[in-house]
């Protein structure tokens, strides 16, 4: 099922805001440490909201994906883009903390799938449904579908969320979802599977057999709060 649109702008206010936010973006896109930091602060000193800012530093990480795809920068580029958000996302925790919170009284079990690595993102789901009220065990990176089927089991999750960024790791994505829908159908109630990260699409969603995608944590955390009825 297609993800609603995602989270609107924020509203703010200022045009100058609008102006620190792309240049955040382009400052992250050139991996320009520096730079990232001190617009990060300008930021949030002009009262930008926090989730605007790591926003931006998403849409600036696309763009350093992109470059590496086009050869323009190597493997410690994604490195430092990493490194770099991860500055950032100590500078906005702060905010975020104040910013998201709401209501949510369900389980989810989340992970990212075998072969792949990528835990920025999943890690800001964590956080994310935990401010709402969620109940989350996060199994962490790489993890084996028979791993999630086992946890599913014992913790008996509302929801199941599946990080994954790299192609190569659809299969084991796939895989398993084909698992937990297996083992809850024959219950007699299909556990929901929503998966997320950078490069998900409907065409990933319908390969895998997921019944939810987004690629934006708040829109995860409705997806939930529709599922667990907590909206
Ligand atoms: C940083 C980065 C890395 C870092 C990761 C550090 C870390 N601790 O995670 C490092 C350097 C380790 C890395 C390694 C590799 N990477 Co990399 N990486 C990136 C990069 C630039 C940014 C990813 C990121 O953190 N974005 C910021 C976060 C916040 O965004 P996000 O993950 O999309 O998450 C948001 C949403 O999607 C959503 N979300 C995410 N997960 C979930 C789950 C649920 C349930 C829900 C509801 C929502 C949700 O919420 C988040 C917040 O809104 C991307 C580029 C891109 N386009 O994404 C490439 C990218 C993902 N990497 C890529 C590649 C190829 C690799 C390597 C194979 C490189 C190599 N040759 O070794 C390895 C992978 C090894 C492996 N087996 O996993 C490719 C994948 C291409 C593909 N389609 O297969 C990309 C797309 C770059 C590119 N354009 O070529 N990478």
Same mark, same amino acid.
């Given at each position: ?10 509203d ?21 440490? $520096? ?9 949030l ?11 931006s530093? $998403?849409?600036?990480?696309?763009g350093v994906?992109?470059?590496y ?9 994604l ?10 996302m100590?500078?906005t925790?702060?905010g975020?903390d104040?910013?998201l919170?709401g ?11 075998a072969?792949?690595?990528?835990n ?6 964590r ?14 990176v790489?993890?084996?579908p028979?791993?999630?089927?086992e ?8 929801v199941v ?25 024959g ?7 929503v ?5 998900i699409?409907e ?6 057999g ?8 708040m $829109? ?12």
């Open positions: 099922m297609a993800p609603e649109p995602e989270t609107p702008a924020p703010l206010g200022e045009s100058g805001s609008v102006e620190i936010l792309e240049a955040l973006s382009a400052a992250m896109m050139a991996l320009d440490e $520096e730079r990232v930091l001190a617009l990060t602060e300008e930021a000193s002009s009262g930008v909201p926090a989730l605007a800012v790591v926003h530093c $998403e849409r600036g990480m696309r994906g992109e470059r795809e086009q050869e323009q920068v190597y493997l410690a580029g490195i430092m883009a990493g490194e770099i958000f991860r500055q950032v100590v500078f925790q702060p975020l104040l910013e919170v209501t949510g009284s369900g389980k989810v079990l989340i992970g990212t799938v072969g792949d690595i990528h920025i993102g999943k890690n800001m789901v956080m994310t449904l935990r401010s709402f009220g969620f109940t989350v065990t996060d199994l962490g790489d993890v084996p028979a791993r999630f089927l946890e599913a089991r014992v913790f008996e999750p509302d969320g599946l990080s994954g960024l790299v192609s190569a790791s659809y299969e084991s994505m796939r895989h398993t979802i084909e698992l937990i829908h297996q083992s809850t159908e219950l007699g109630r299909r556990l929901p599977v998966i997320g990260g950078g490069t699409d065409r990933v969603c319908r390969f895998v997921a019944d939810y995608w987004t690629t934006d944590a $829109e995860g955390v409705r997806i939930c709060q529709r599922l667990t009825n907590a909206d």
